[in-house]
């Protein structure tokens, strides 16, 4: 497998899509069919890469007018958790640290906002989504 090196100024974050928590916590199994829960898996693996690729950054411009690229780094499986880097394309736009960090939580807060839209509206259920920076060490 190719390595993927880091493209500054790059953020990598992570996506964690726990899906049917709801179920785990009552002790119910999150595995019916090992092949159908297999296709499942991998229809909602491409579903959040196709997400985060190219909804997010589309999105992100349309509403806030700042552009965004992304990337998929890396995906484990359990619950889902995508690694993806988001990379703004113009930095001449960020006259701060502090607007560094408030638009990397823009990009958190939106990516979050539409993985559990986008999932609960084409497979339902239930998706706790969560949306962390891996890299670099920032700030709450």
Excluded: W
Aim: no cysteine; glycine share 6%; hydrophobic share 40%.
């Amino acid at each position: 497998m190719r390595r993927s090196k880091l493209r500054r100024p790059e953020v990598v974050l992570s996506a964690t899509i726990d899906y049917d928590h709801q179920r785990r916590k009552q002790g119910m199994s999150l595995r019916p069919g090992r092949s159908e829960n297999e296709s499942n898996q991998g229809y909602l693996e491409s579903e959040v890469q196709r997400i985060l690729t190219d909804r997010l950054p589309a999105e992100l411009e349309e509403i806030y007018g700042f552009e965004v690229k992304t990337r998929i780094i890396a995906v484990r499986r359990g619950s889902l958790v995508v690694f993806f880097g988001a990379a703004v394309a113009a930095l001449g736009f960020f006259s701060s640290y502090s607007d560094f960090f408030e638009s990397i939580a823009l990009v958190k807060k939106h990516a979050k906002m539409l993985l559990h839209q986008q999932l609960e509206d084409r497979f339902g259920g239930d998706y706790d989504v969560s949306i962390e920076v891996a890299y670099p060490r920032i700030p709450d």
